[in-house]
């Protein structure tokens, strides 16, 4: 099984669902809660629920399909509400809810998304108690998400953030969803309380592998490349791994903290930052994180979905945009 | 029983638990989300979901008490949202979430406290089924309640509301969680589906009873009786049942329309408003939803907690404040 070709299927079946269930909906309330929902995304949420389910017993992804894309909702959610809070204007490559309506439908839309996520979960073919430990599961989630942004707006107006604060911010901002992803596609398939353990650490390392490698690729990625502005987080002063590891380092990046560098100087801290060893041990802390997650799948069977989950993982840290 | 005892001993049973679970939890994101849920407040729907339960099964109300604290953290989620979207700097006597931190704490806050509802839901004492069907009771009233306060804000600029958007306005935004908590706390208790129905359908019309009754209070009570500057409704020319009624009946209250209006001026407007027979129509309107409620009772046996859920109708709609 190729996995882009998996992703894509995915993809397509997971915009058709939500395009059936939110799209055309009459009021500015569903319009506002449909918009973002809709506005594409690489899926990967659902994608994770789906290969969990079929790995635990194969067939099983399409009768919990409605978890998928709960997940996606959960997704979703957080993002409109995150959007408001860091006063963005584009996600997507569309305006953000509450620019195109305003603040009070932003959080009304999130909320919408919200309810929605937990009602999916429990429209699943599934055991009852599954989706009783599903429902916990997301809501832990939903917990540790807000508390991952929290703590993320909090290193804002800090500069003393140390490696394992960092650690925790990504493992719950970006870790528990694909955490909960993981564990709740495998429990509505039927699995083990272990399986579930193992699948929901394979998420968080993931994820938290993931969210490394976003903040090295924010640093080390050509401008067109990552279709963003270069080292945006350099000239912001974030409190990335990167960042706080060149602090402990004793290498002093305050002079790049700037709005207007120029490609020169970005290679010039690139440059710094690699002679210090600062990249290689951001490299090699997300290359442990994978290792890790990998390792969690190894109580399972090998199977095309387990290949698959193998593979997302490497993309995570392999990716270049 | 007595109502007035039972209501005072769920609310310090409520008051002690939301103490013991959210009280003096470290770190700012805690504590804002425990700010508003420990100001106190009647409890009236841990005490609905209470009465429910134990009307269904005598003895069931304590196993499935999780769920009325579930049913406390989304009424309370909603009035920290609420808050934030309707700039409201008070609640409950003390400075509102956004107003002690900030509005992105507040919407975190308030997201915090949606997900422990549903954690809640599934930590009660009862059949995973019932668990189930009670998440979806919960998300449904979430997703109502989202509308309801979406309906309610762009009532704000208009003046062509009909009787009709208001009861659906206000059945959403104050019926469906009367409604849920009765359902919930039956379903989670045992109760057959048409119980829950029956219950359901008392929230919703005690619900709507309540908020007319809230509407009519604000303009014919005294200021020192309900606490809040007097006919503020009037004056802001807000979309009540009154306002809407009179204005079927060609009733002009535009003149009323000022921040400034004396009491003898309030005086003349409520006897414009007795005399055009638009007050009695409106208790007449309230006292339906009553009668209605109550009817949706007879399916269950006497017992002292059906008399406590009578009785709560009854002072929705007698209450002077």
């Known amino acids: 099984m190729d996995l882009v070709t998996y992703l894509e299927k995915v993809a397509d079946e997971v915009d058709t669902a939500l395009d059936r269930e939110f799209g055309g909906l009459p009021g500015e309330l569903n319009k506002a809660s449909a918009h973002l929902l809709l506005a594409g995304g690489k899926r990967l949420r659902p994608a994770v629920v789906m290969l969990a389910a079929d790995m635990v017993k194969k067939g099983r992804a399409n009768e919990i399909f409605p978890?998928?894309?709960?997940?996606?909702?959960?997704?979703?959610?957080?993002?409109?509400?995150?959007?408001?809070?860091?006063?963005?204007?584009?996600?997507?490559?569309?305006?953000t809810v509450h620019t195109v309506w305003n603040e009070p439908t932003g959080i009304l839309?999130?909320?919408?998304?919200?309810?929605?996520?937990?009602?999916?979960?429990?429209?699943?073919?599934?055991?009852?108690?599954?989706?009783?430990?599903?429902?916990?599961?997301?809501?832990?989630?939903?917990?540790?998400?807000?508390?991952?942004?929290?703590m993320d707006m909090s290193f804002e107006v800090r500069d003393d953030v140390d490696e394992w604060e960092y650690i925790e911010m990504v493992s719950k901002k970006t870790?528990?969803?694909?955490?909960?992803?993981?564990?709740?596609?495998?429990?509505?398939?039927?699995?083990?309380?272990?399986?579930?353990?193992?699948?929901?650490?394979?998420?968080?390392?993931?994820?938290?592998?993931f969210q490394i490698q976003d903040d090295y690729i924010d640093l080390v990625a050509d401008a067109e490349k990552s279709g963003k502005d270069r080292a945006s987080d350099l000239r912001q002063g974030k409190q990335t791994l990167v960042a706080i590891l060149a602090r402990e380092k004793g290498i002093d990046l305050s002079g790049y903290r700037r709005a207007d560098l120029t490609n020169a100087e970005i290679d010039e801290a690139i440059a710094l930052?690699?002679?210090?060893?600062?990249?290689?041990?951001?490299?090699?802390i997300a290359r442990t994180?994978?290792?890790?997650?990998?390792?969690?799948?190894?109580?399972?069977?090998?199977?095309?979905?387990k290949d698959c989950l193998m593979q997302i993982t490497d993309y995570f840290v392999s990716r270049g945009f």
Chains 1, 2 share one sequence.
């Open 67 to 95: 978890a998928a894309l709960a997940l996606e909702l959960t997704h979703t959610f957080t993002l409109i509400h995150d959007d408001i809070m860091d006063g963005d204007a584009v996600r997507r490559g569309v305006p």
């Open 109 to 150: 839309a999130g909320d919408v998304l919200y309810a929605h996520a937990f009602k999916l979960i429990c429209t699943a073919i599934a055991d009852d108690a599954a989706k009783v430990r599903s429902v916990t599961t997301l809501a832990n989630a939903c917990a540790e998400l807000c508390e991952g942004q929290h």
């Open 175 to 209: 870790g528990v969803l694909y955490a909960a992803a993981a564990a709740i596609g495998a429990t509505l398939a039927g699995c083990s309380a272990q399986q579930a353990q193992s699948l929901h650490e394979w998420g968080l390392s993931s994820g938290i592998a």
């Open 273 to 284: 930052l690699e002679e210090g060893g600062v990249l290689e041990e951001v490299r090699s």
């Open 289 to 305: 994180r994978v290792e890790r997650a990998k390792s969690m799948l190894s109580i399972f069977p090998d199977c095309d979905e």
